[in-house]
């Protein structure tokens, strides 16, 4: 059993009419994940389900396998991805009006053996961070155009903060084919607090707020979890945002 357990809440905001995130606190297993849709109509919210229907599923039959032993922890994640991938592209073909949908993911898988370590995979803006001793780390890198012309220098940080294309995005579940997750590996120490968020957090806060409020929450994950939310409807709430929480139990 896993000794993390993860709070979240997902909320829809004040401009959108519906929730196209979604996300799954699967503790026993020490996996947590967050998916943000995008679509038309119910498209969005019907890409974000599905994916994370798909990843819990997945995860509970394979999870043998990690427990054993006999398989490394990044192909795992790696392998949930691909899966979620491939049951937005059959729902596609049960409902062709839902052409075009899909969704970000985040997801993290907490492993410890040989040693406690956390296993990144993710797809698009959703974000995973770290926070360690009254400093936050964030442990993803968005993949957007934004991202790229960064990389290249074209922008700065602050020009990027409001360029009309902050937004889009170079790679989606569902969409990307095939797609291409980033994955990545930290080693943990006890009270570490790790965080999963949809952009509806960091179009409002900045990373520097994220931090305020996980220490002020001091490492309380409820308490994490529910100011962030709040204090991100508070700025306005412009897009359906979602927040989960890992902590040690």
Not at 131 to 157: P, V
Not at 178 to 206: A, V, W
Request: glycine fraction near 8%.
């Amino acid at each position: 059993m896993s000794s993390w357990v993860g709070i979240g809440r997902s909320e829809v905001g004040f401009v959108r009419a519906i929730n196209q995130d979604a996300f799954t606190t699967v503790d026993p297993l020490g996996l947590w994940a967050v998916a943000d849709g995008m679509g038309g109509h119910a498209g969005g919210e019907v890409a974000a389900q599905t994916a994370i229907a798909s990843i819990k599923a997945q995860a509970e039959l394979s999870a043998d396998i990690l427990r054993k032993g006999n398989g490394l922890p990044s192909e795992f994640v790696a392998d949930l991805i691909m899966q979620a991938h491939r049951a937005i592209q059959e729902r596609v073909k049960l409902e062709p009006s839902l052409k075009g949908m899909g969704t970000t993911v985040v997801l993290l898988l907490i492993h410890s053996l040989p040693t406690l370590t956390a296993h990144v995979a993710h797809l698009g803006d959703s974000r995973a961070y770290l926070f360690r001793s009254g400093a936050l780390t964030l442990l993803t890198r968005d993949h957007t155009l934004i991202e790229k012309y960064l990389e290249r220098g074209i922008l700065t940080h602050e020009t990027a903060r409001m360029h009309p294309e902050r937004h889009v995005l170079t790679q989606a579940l569902g969409i990307s084919s095939p797609p291409r997750p980033s994955i990545s590996s930290h080693p943990l120490e006890r009270d570490d607090l790790l965080l999963l968020c949809s952009d509806g957090l960091t179009k409002m806060l900045e990373d520097d707020d994220i931090r305020d409020i996980c220490t002020h929450a001091q490492g309380d994950p409820i308490r994490t979890c529910d100011a962030l939310i709040n204090e991100s409807l508070d700025r306005g709430g412009t897009d359906n945002v979602t927040v989960v929480v890992i902590a040690r139990t």
